[in-house]
Structure formats: C-alpha cells, structure tokens
C-alpha cells in the first residue's frame, strides 16, 4: 500500500518561506499514477485543501487563500510533489499532509485514498 511521507515544515517568520515535500516511503510506487494534494489542518478546524496537482502535472488547483503565494510542483522523475511557500502568513500555521488518490485528475478531499502523516508548519515572529 502506498505510504506517503512529508517533509520540510518547521518554524518560519511571517514573510518568510517554507518548502514542503511529499514523497513515498517505498521505491515500489511511483507517484506519477496519482493526483496530489496538499491540505492544511489548524487546531480546531475541519480539514482543508491548499492545492492539488494531477498526475501529469499539467493541471493544478490552488485554494483562494494560498493563490500567488503558493506553488506545487511534481518531479515525477525524483518521485516527489513539492509546496513552495512564500510570504507565510500567521493564518498558514497548520498541519500540512499531502494525499495521493489513483487517476489523473484532482479529486475533492474525500476522495483521497492515501494521507501521510502531517508536517507541522508554524509561522510566528
């Protein structure tokens, strides 16, 4: 079973950058037969989705709230989907989990069949 796994949060100072990474625990799976996402979960709130990528790369989504500040990326040859944050807010501060889910094409959340287990990003001076 594909097993994902992020990387890259930490602590960054409001204006400041963060690369998040998603990418499988195991050499057998190949991202490049999933769709990505990206989705955020701050404490006590619902989840929600950031950004998502299709399985080619060629079509990406972005919640309002992150549009020209974040950006998603595939490498599909280094098996690894990517979140480049840029001009982190204090309202970014959440946990960042990335999902896979079969197919070409981006899904809505609960649609997504595979979750790593979170990267926590916290923005704070």
């Known amino acids: 079973q594909l097993q994902l796994v992020e990387s890259g949060g930490g602590l960054a100072q409001p204006g400041g950058s963060l690369r998040l990474s998603c990418s499988a625990s195991?050499?057998?799976?190949?991202?490049?037969?999933?769709?990505i996402g990206w989705f955020r979960q701050a404490p006590g709130k619902e989840r929600e989705e950031v950004s998502c990528?299709?399985?080619?790369?060629?079509?990406?989504n972005y919640a309002n709230f992150v549009k020209g500040r974040f950006t998603i990326s595939r490498d599909n040859d280094e098996n690894t989907v990517a979140l480049q944050m840029n001009s982190l807010k204090a309202e970014d501060t959440a946990v960042y989990y990335c999902?896979?889910?079969?197919?070409?094409?981006?899904?809505?959340?609960?649609?997504?069949?595979?979750w790593g287990q979170g990267t926590q990003v916290t923005v704070s001076s």
């Open positions: 999902a896979a889910r079969g197919g070409r094409l981006c899904v809505p959340l609960y649609e997504y069949e595979y």
């Open positions: 195991s050499s057998r799976f190949t991202l490049d037969r999933y769709a």
């Open positions: 990528i299709t399985s080619s790369g060629g079509g990406k």
